[in-house]
């Protein structure tokens, strides 16, 4: 983790257990920790208001609310009315797949959604100076629980990666869609089945951590002081688009893209994808020059 972060630019200091205490008393490790000094928090939903105000500065249209409907030849039919793209940019997550066949993509990718949840610290809780992260399973696209210090000083703790059945799957029967749910509840039986990249073990460890008890328990491994009185409330629910390679039967690691000189698919831009937004955005607009070079 060490040679990765430096190698991309980004400030690391090796610290021992002690020096890491020193940064947050209350942190749990062996031996070593790895701290970035040029973390921080921020509001994404100030961060995207900020981008709005910016792209409406500079002249670009944009249609909140609107809903992509299908391909018609050259014209993107939407629940506004008919779209003629010069070049067609797809950042649509849960349902990038679908639009990229749409377009001719995709076609040996599929989203397999998972739910996310955190834990909210009650009001009076003791708080954290700064973040702890586990070392993460490289075997595995999930990070894991973790500790999260908000900009107002909340903590959250979490988050699960369960199995979601439908795109939309925030909670209850909300935005149920019949279709979808086959298709999921099909590809997941088939990863459990033949045991794709270890799905079982990914599948049940995930599961348990629905219980507030296993995430409480998981967080007690990263610092001292947290118990389940302190953690009751469940935050909003969050849905991982999750890429899966169904001719590999395997997990995509990393970011996926895919297009021509028509269209462009941002198939796969899962955590850190908001992190390195700005920067994975410049990248992109990059490829996409070269493709219509």
Known sequence: MLRRGRANGVHLEELTALEARQIEPRAKTF??????????????????RSLVADARAAGITLLPGTAYLGRAGHTVRTSAGVITPGYLVNAAGLHADRIARDWGRSERWRILPFKGLFLKAERGTPG?????????????????????????????????????????????????????????????AGLLLRNDFGFRRLAWGELCRYRRTRIVALGTDLADGIRAADFRRWGPAGIRAQL?????????????????????????AVSPGFTCALPFAAYLVDQITQLRA
């Open 31 to 48: 031996e070593r920790a790895l701290f970035s000094s040029t973390t921080s928090s921020v509001d994404p939903i100030v961060v995207v």
């Open 128 to 188: 954290f100076r700064t973040h702890i992260y586990p070392v993460p399973d490289l075997r595995q696209p999930f990070l894991g629980v973790h500790i999260t210090v908000a900009i107002d000083g909340s903590v959250t703790l979490g988050p699960t990666a369960i199995p979601a059945f439908w795109r939309e799957h925030y909670g209850g029967w909300s935005r149920f869609n019949l279709a979808e749910c086959a298709a999921i509840v099909a590809r997941e």
């Open 244 to 268: 899966v390679d169904i001719k590999e039967h395997r997990l995509e690691m990393d970011f996926k893209y895919d297009g021509d000189d028509r269209s462009f698919h941002v198939l796969n």
